[in-house]
């Protein structure tokens, strides 16, 4: 037997990717002459394998192609004495692992198959260890090849994190800044490194997103062209090539380059999962939910939207998502998504529910697309039909959700799509875009206008959000006037209580509140809330709005006590019915703390803005106008009761421009 003191390794596979290790080495291949940092892993490797347990240690390293996972395990490998034997087996498919296996067995004189070579391992009762590198494909079985005892360690690197499911992991993504800045100055061969230098490297770094590979592709044209300076310029206009080329001369036997390397996952997907990836590109990369493309895929065709002939082939890709019964399947979506994320293309976080495409994945999926205006019809279509699906109670919500994803799709408006623009003005209104809300629905008023003139109900919709717009936006006189064409128009084609006419009173009256002129606000409110109960009932949440307007005006009349019996009970139900952290019911609570404060009940004001404020900052953000309006709020109400040191800590909070 060779001696202890030796690491053998298992020779395999002429796979190009595999780091070659020659059988007369005393051990593993050092880490590449540039490795920097990961200081963080390597030292929970180490306490790792230090820890004296009765079982095997298998630690796996995961994440996308790129990241360093192999150069992190060499290091660490490189690094420690504790093994007796280090053995390395190229994971890459069965066949490599077995011809790893075999070569074990024939070095260590004890058979000619890899199953003798596993039945070795089990035997001896040493600490040795098998590096099994690149075991990216997802369909292999990697726990029939792990010696079955409780002595041993185990090392794997992998893009599957469903691999983390053997031992302990590190997930490995971008690395440090200034652990980046280092490599990128060390892999480029800068001698004399300046302030300027090192600020030009942090530039590079951050937009390659700290990824090693990419960071030591950009070392290698650095060190070609002698060009620190120009990397950024060159990157902007020809990151496809710079990102796919391999240079001539490498630090180490990686053979692929961040985008080939990205590649050879992208062909191992179906069809499907390869276009999800695609059309994902257009979207923000993080945040993707399941959400977005089950309430699109119950799309039904509502009034000021593409018809179903304008919407083949976004229906067609998400009819695959239709379980027999005609409904969302679910399991079918996450089967989808694991097979992108069983490769690290991306990343699914369960405390949100949501997937994220690191930022280079991201525009090299946009990159692979042969025919990108198609896909972006999709991509858009889908987002379109995902907010028409928003139950209103929940647009505010949602629309923060999504508000990223809109942002990101509309930088692509050159290609033309169906008209969603109703719906995506919308969506910018609930997100308080209010200058572009405006310019969506108007393009959608104009078109709809030419299409089915000023009395077709879908034309009557638009103007009715133009005009809510406009009033939130103060220009009210605009406002009214649309606002009072559409309630004669309502009144005189649906009738005097049909739920739109009673919306359009509603919004009448809000408008007519902030004109200065409550006593005609109170009086469309006082008929929209008596009838809103009668055919609605006291709980609906339309009845709950009104009476919260209607609360509101009493306020401004001076009907204190009144407004504070109505906004008790709308707080009440709303808490009952949304929840308590639902924007609604704590708009409800600061809009009651109002009241209070003006009743000089100064403890229950605070009690209620103590608890919405904070809440307003977690689920709106800190920017956001009911945020802002609540900290100022309760920071009247603080110095209302001489307590100025609080108002004023509270105030810092408070965005520059408010």
Known sequence: MESTLNAVHAMISPNPSTVQVPQHTNNCPPASRIFLGRENILAKMQGYFAQDIDTQHIYVLHG????????????????????TNVFFVDASTVETIETGFKNIAK???????????????????????????????????????????????????SRNPELRVYGSDSPVSGMKEEDAIALLLKSGAVKQITSSDKKTAADIVEVLWYLPLAIVQAGAFIVKFGALSKYLDVYSKNHKRLLREKASQSHSDYEWTVYTTWQMSFEQLSPAAAMFLQLCSFLHREGISEDIFSRAADYDFPFHCPPKEELQQPLKFLSQFHGPDGKWDTLAFLELTTEITSYSL??????????????????????????????????????????QGIPNIHLQLESLKLLPHIDAIMQFKEFMAPDFSAAYGWLYFWSDRLQEAKALIISALERWRTLKGDDDLDTLYLMQSLGVTYSRLG?????????????????????????????????????????????????????????????????????????????????????????????????????????????????AMGNLAVTYVKLRQFEDAQRLQIEVTPKFRTILGGAHPETIRSIKNLALTYRAVGKVTEATDLEVLLPDDS
């Not at 996308?64 to 504790?82: C, E, M, N, Y």
């Open 107 to 157: 070095l260590q004189h004890v058979g000619d198959s890899s199953n003798d070579a596993v039945k070795w391992l089990v035997a001896q009762n040493e600490d040795w260890l098998v590096f099994f590198d690149n075991a990216d494909d997802p369909k292999l079985d990697l726990h029939k090849f792990l010696p079955q005892c409780n002595h041993g360690n185990i090392i794997i690197t």
């Open 346 to 387: 991306a990343t699914f976080a369960p405390e949100t529910s949501t997937f994220s495409i690191h930022p280079l994945v991201h525009q090299w999926s946009r990159d692979t697309l042969t025919d990108p205006e198609s896909n972006y019809c999709i991509a858009y279509s889908i987002i379109g039909m995902s907010i």
């Open 475 to 587: 220009q009210l006189k605009e406002a009214e006037e649309l606002q009072v064409a559409v309630l004669d128009k309502r009144r005189a084609i649906v009738g005097e209580d049909h739920s739109d006419t009673l919306r359009a009173m509603h919004n009448l009256a809000t408008t007519y509140s902030q004109l200065g002129q409550p006593q005609k606000a109170q009086e469309l409110e006082l008929v929209v809330v008596e009838k809103r109960n009668i055919i609605l009932g006291e709980d609906h949440p339309e009845t709950l709005n009104a009476m919260y307007s209607l609360a509101i005006t009493c306020k401004e009349l001076g009907q204190l006590h009144k407004a504070e019996e109505l906004e008790l009970l709308v707080a009440e139900k709303r808490r009952a019915i949304l929840g308590a952290d639902h924007p609604d019911t704590l708009m």
């Open 64 to 83: 996308l192609g790129g990241a360093g996972k192999t150069q992190i395990a060499l290091k660490f490998i490189q690094q420690s004495s504790r093994f």
